[in-house]
């Protein structure tokens, strides 16, 4: 699934995921590049559901989102929430 980020210097977010839910791969297009890595890593083997209430919420600075909150809404999106 591809989800197209708003508010953060990423731009999309590409995210593969089982039938379980369970995060197989996600990387990020921009950002902050180790940061994002490390998300990206941690989240890989875990299901939607444990992630999304991780990251949901987290601001960036003054932004009120951040790419790990735009990364809770695509999961949320592909999960059907």
Known sequence: MKYKTTGTCSSMIDIAMDENHVIQKVSFTGGCNGNLQGISKLVTGCRAE?????????????????????????????IGQ
């Open 50 to 78: 444990d992630v999304i209430p991780k990251i949901e919420g987290i601001r960036c600075g003054f932004k009120r989102t951040s790419c790990p909150d735009q990364l809770a809404k695509a999961l949320k999106k592909a």
